[in-house]
T-cell receptor, first 110, second 115 residues
Framework: DQQVKQNSPSLSVQEGRISILNCDYTNSMFDYFLWYKKYPAEGPTFLISISSIKDKNEDGRFTVFLNKSAKHLSLHIVPSQPGDSAVYFCAAHDFQKLVFGTGTRLLVSP | GAGVSQSPRYKVAKRGQDVALRCDPISGHVSLFWYQQALGQGPEFLTYFQNEAQLDKSGLPSDRFFAERPEGSVSTLKIQRTQQEDSAVYLC?????????????FGPGTRLTVT
């Protein structure tokens, strides 16, 4: 059973608009949540994280929201840029390891 | 500074061959992780080292998979008698902390294709 789920395999957005990527989880013991960005033939690159005791974290154009009661987190990118086109993975910290979702492919068109 | 490096970047093996994948973590990072990423999936945990000690190997799919980090820096993931289902990208990650291991830095991965 998947503990971290990204139900949207892909998302298309126009440049300048908001991109919203969603993630659901089942294990309430996760203490940290992260978003990673991945380009083809490269390893995942850390983007932004949030502690389970917070509900929002912001870093420039990127904001992550955490709703613990719904076991849901989202990544907002405003404004979206063509260079943001990549696969985005949601991950949860489980003791030492990270548990990943299956990823959402974001395409930002000019 | 230098990031996590992995070699080889690509490996083609015939079914039944043994392979060895190398990971050079960021210098000074005490924690090292191996993940397996199948096509269209997210990375899945294989094993974890703190310095030279392998503290968690619960993700290794079979006893054909073996990992070591003898001097607490470079790590090798070995797969014996490779099978087609072993085809995947193998990612290595390192973390500076022993406890706050959510800050993981990934290498580019080794793409293994078993024919």
């Amino acid at each position: 059973d998947q503990q971290v789920k990204q139900n949207s395999p892909s998302l298309s957005v126009q440049e300048g608009r908001i991109s919203i990527l969603n993630c659901d989880y089942t294990n309430s013991m996760f203490d940290y949540f992260l978003w990673y960005k991945k380009y083809p033939a490269e390893g995942p690159t850390f983007l932004i994280s949030i502690s389970s005791i917070k509900d929002k974290n912001e870093d420039g154009r990127f904001t992550v929201f955490l709703n613990k009661s719904a076991k849901h987190l989202s990544l907002h990118i405003v404004p979206s840029q063509p260079g943001d086109s990549a696969v985005y993975f949601c991950a949860a910290h489980d003791f030492q390891k990270l548990v990943f979702g299956t990823g959402t492919r974001l395409l930002v068109s000019p | 500074g230098a990031g996590v490096s992995q070699s080889p970047r690509y490996k083609v093996a015939k079914r039944g061959q043994d392979v060895a994948l190398r990971c050079d973590p960021i210098s000074g990072h005490v924690s090292l992780f191996w993940y397996q990423q199948a096509l269209g999936q997210g990375p899945e945990f294989l094993t974890y080292f703190q310095n030279e000690a392998q503290l968690d190997k619960s993700g290794l799919p079979s006893d054909r998979f073996f990992a070591e980090r003898p001097e607490g820096s470079v790590s090798t993931l070995k797969i014996q008698r490779t099978q087609q289902e072993d085809s995947a990208v193998y990612l290595c990650a390192s973390s500076a902390d022993r406890v706050r291991t959510y800050e993981q830095y990934f290498g580019p991965g080794t793409r293994l294709t078993v024919t």
